[in-house]
Every structure is written in structure tokens, then in C-alpha cells.
């Protein structure tokens, strides 16, 4: 139990630094005069030679109260952003209910996975910044027709012996030949000396890593490299730790692995 608790206090800025899932459908629309009542979006978009376009409406209530809207398209965790301020167009009313439509290209480039579009209302009646809301969220499939491969990772660089309460960082590259938006997540898993794996307070036994240019080390964002800082508190055993270290992409694909054993003084 000590372990896992003080695994956490090690990791405890992954955990704060991690995106937010995002919620799905409608988010809140309470604290403002309009309602959206419905959302037409395919849960699921095959890319299509012919004919690429997503179409997107909203249908609101009390519209006249509404100035823009749009959308945006990111990646499921939302590390990068696909698609950015689509706007729609507004159509007719029919019995107080008034449609906002428009379309954006899904390209082949894209690579397949899970995607979210993200629904943003400008309204003009409320002052400065609180006129815009975000007021839903829409998970997406998307399919691409492009073969998917796998993540690979490689260029391990990690220290072999470190002392108790020594700070340390490591490294890894990650190539995704779909493209680095098709990488979902990096991480790795822990086994201390008698083979036991490691985990915090919540169960979790996969660690994040990060390319983002500020957590745990990393110095240039999106350029492939993942990076961790750790340090094995006083109270921890001595001995010889497995790390096992993996990448995945969007469709699940697993990378190979890279084992390495890290001696802790």
C-alpha cells in the first residue's frame, strides 16, 4: 500500500496535466435565452473519392438571439486540432425552431479514428467574453481508407542506475507512418523488484508521456520525442525496476515494446 500511495505523489502531475475527457452531445445552454434542441451529425464518416463532405446542422430555439456559431474538429484527446472555426449558416424557422448548417472537408490524410467536434454559440445580448459558449460535444468515427500501421518506437534514452530520491529523466521517439496525429498515447508500466506492478491511488498502471514541451521534462513540443521525470522516494525499495514502455495509435494499434531494467541505489 505505501508504494501505491507514494506512486502517486510521483505522478501526481500526470494525472493534474491530463486533458479532460470531453463530454458528449449537449453541454449546457441553461444561463442563456436560446436552446439548442438537436444536433444531425453521422456518428460514423467513410472517406468517399467522390465525395468528402461532412455536413453538420444545428436546430435552436430562440435564435434571435444567436450571432455566429461554428464548430471545431479535434482528435479525441484533444492534442490537435483537425478542423478550426467552421462556421454555419443560418436557414429557415419553422415553429419557433431555427437550423444553423455547414460542411468541411474530411480528407484521405487524415488518418482513422476517433474524433470529437466541438459546438460553440456567439450570442448578442451578453457582454465580453461570456457571450461565447461551447454548448455540445459529438464523438466521430471517421475512416479513411488509408492502411493503418502501427506506431514504432525507438531511441530509448533512460539512465541504468539511479539513486533513491535522484531525479531523472527519459526519453523515447515515436514514428507513426499515418502521421503524427494518428499517435494516441505513449506510456509505460513499472514492476518493482519482487515483479509486482506499480499503480496510484486509482488503479491506473499505465503512465502517460508527454510531448508537449512542458511536462515531465519535455523540451520541444510535437516533435515526436516523449518524455517523463520521475524520482523513487527514500521509502522505496531498493533493487531492480522493469519498465516496459509502448505507444498506440488511433484504431488501438500497439507498437513494439522496449524493456529496460532500471537499478535504483
Request: proline share 3%.
Amino acid at each position: 500500500m505505501k508504494k501505491t500511495l507514494i506512486l502517486l505523489v510521483i505522478m501526481n502531475v500526470f494525472m493534474f496535466t491530463a486533458c479532460d475527457s470531453i463530454p458528449t452531445e449537449v453541454i449546457d445552454t441553461a444561463d442563456v435565452d436560446y436552446q439548442l434542441v438537436s444536433i444531425t451529425v453521422p456518428a460514423q464518416f467513410i472517406y468517399n473519392d467522390q465525395d468528402s463532405t461532412l455536413s453538420v446542422t444545428l436546430s435552436f430555439t430562440n435564435s434571435a438571439t444567436i450571432s455566429r456559431v461554428w464548430f471545431n474538429v479535434l482528435t479525441v484527446n484533444a492534442s490537435s486540432t483537425i478542423k478550426q472555426n467552421v462556421y454555419l449558416s443560418q436557414g429557415a424557422s419553422n415553429n419557433d425552431i431555427t437550423s444553423f448548417s455547414g460542411n468541411t472537408i474530411l480528407g484521405k490524410g487524415i488518418p482513422t479514428g476517433e474524433y470529437v467536434l466541438e459546438f460553440f454559440v456567439e450570442d448578442n445580448i451578453t457582454a465580453g467574453n461570456g457571450k461565447v459558449k461551447k454548448v455540445a460535444s459529438h464523438n466521430l468515427q471517421f475512416l479513411s481508407g488509408q492502411q493503418n500501421s502501427a506506431p514504432v518506437i525507438s531511441n530509448l534514452v533512460f539512465p541504468d542506475t539511479v539513486a533513491l530520491t535522484e531525479q531523472f529523466i527519459f526519453t523515447l521517439d515515436v514514428l507513426d507512418e499515418n502521421g503524427y496525429i494518428d499517435i494516441y498515447r505513449v506510456y509505460y508500466e513499472v514492476f518493482d523488484p519482487d515483479g509486482n506492478q506499480l499503480q496510484n491511488s486509482q488503479g491506473i498502471t499505465k503512465f502517460p508521456m508527454f510531448d508537449d514541451g512542458l511536462t515531465g521534462g519535455d523540451v520541444t513540443a510535437n516533435d515526436g520525442t516523449f518524455s517523463v521525470g520521475l524520482t523513487f522516494p527514500a521509502s522505496f525499495n531498493t533493487g531492480e525496476y522493469r519498465f516496459e514502455l509502448t505507444a498506440e495509435d488511433r484504431v488501438g494499434a500497439v507498437s513494439n515494446k522496449i524493456i529496460h531494467i532500471l537499478t535504483v541505489k
